[in-house]
Nanobody, 126 residues
Framework: QVQLVESGGGLVQPGGSLRLSCAAS????????LGWLRQAPGKEREFVAA????????YYADSVKGRFTISRDNAKSTVYLQMNSLKFEDTAVYFC???????????????????WGQGTQVTVSS
C-alpha cells in the first residue's frame, strides 16, 4: 500500500521559517522522485520542489528558488522541505507527492505526480 504522510505545517509570520516532513512507504520512497506540491485557495495545484531517487538531483519552482530546500533521509524514509523567508503568497496546503516518471524539459510539473498525501496547511500571516 502506498502512503505519504505530511506534517510540520502551521502559522508563521512573513520572513519566518517552517520545516515540513513527509513519511513515505517503501513503495513511494523508492519512486523515481519525491516532491512537494501546493494549492492556495482559488488557485490550481502547483509544483514546488522535487528530489530524484538516484543521484539526489533537486528541482525547484522559480517562485521558491533560494528560499526553499528539499532533502531526504533514506534511513528514515522521510523527505523534508525547509521553507525560509516565507511570503504571504506561500500560504497554501502543501502535499507530499511521488512519481515514477523522469523530469520533462529539465524539471517536473504537477501532472507528473501519481501519488500524494492528505496535505498540511501552511499559513503566512502578520
Amino acid at each position: 500500500q502506498v502512503q505519504l504522510v505530511e506534517s510540520g505545517g502551521g502559522l508563521v509570520q512573513p520572513g519566518g521559517s517552517l520545516r515540513l516532513s513527509c513519511a513515505a512507504s517503501g513503495r513511494t520512497f523508492s519512486s523515481s522522485a519525491l516532491g512537494w506540491l501546493r494549492q492556495a485557495p482559488g488557485k490550481e495545484r502547483e509544483f514546488v520542489a522535487a528530489i530524484r531517487r538516484n543521484g539526489g538531483t533537486t528541482y525547484y519552482a522559480d517562485s521558491v528558488k533560494g528560499r526553499f530546500t528539499i532533502s531526504r533521509d533514506n534511513a528514515k524514509s522521510t523527505v523534508y522541505l525547509q521553507m525560509n523567508s516565507l511570503k504571504f503568497e506561500d500560504t497554501a496546503v502543501y502535499f507530499c507527492a511521488a512519481t515514477n516518471r523522469g523530469p520533462y524539459s529539465g524539471s517536473y510539473s504537477t501532472r507528473q505526480f501519481d501519488f500524494w498525501g492528505q496535505g498540511t496547511q501552511v499559513t503566512v500571516s502578520s
